[in-house]
DNA sequence: ATCTTGACCTAAT
DNA sequence: CATTAGGCCAAGA
């Protein structure tokens, strides 16, 4: 692997890592990586991650719980709608209950 | 090769 | 409390 494309390797395979039902945030992966001040790097890497299935980018929000996201998505709305598939329940493009189902890889 | 933009975060003012 | 500035990596013009 090239080490310029590892980068994204590293992001996915973290992501990847995220339990069923729980949402992690940019910062976390980023700091998971090594590269604490990349996050935004992180959410461009989600941006490629489409293609592939094995990386659930709805389960990556920002800092405070919103899911800055879903504009992304196929829909309007697809992002929320994979959340509350998986029992998170979410009120105002804004995870409820962030702070319990927030997921550290870190702490893992 | 340079400049700008982007699913962000933290620290300083 | 709000605002600004800096930093990181990648892709497009």
Known sequence: MDAKSDFFQRVYRVVRRIPYGRVTTYG?????????????????????????????????????????????????????????QEGVEVREDRVVEFDQLLWLPDAN
């Open 28 to 84: 976390a992966i980023a700091r998971a990586v090594g590269s604490p001040q990349s996050s935004r790097t992180v959410g461009y890497a989600m941006n490629a991650s489409h293609s592939l299935p094995d990386v659930p980018a709805h389960r990556v929000v920002n800092r405070s719980g919103v899911l800055t996201g879903k504009h992304h998505f196929a829909g309007s709305n697809t992002m929320q709608r994979l959340l509350e």
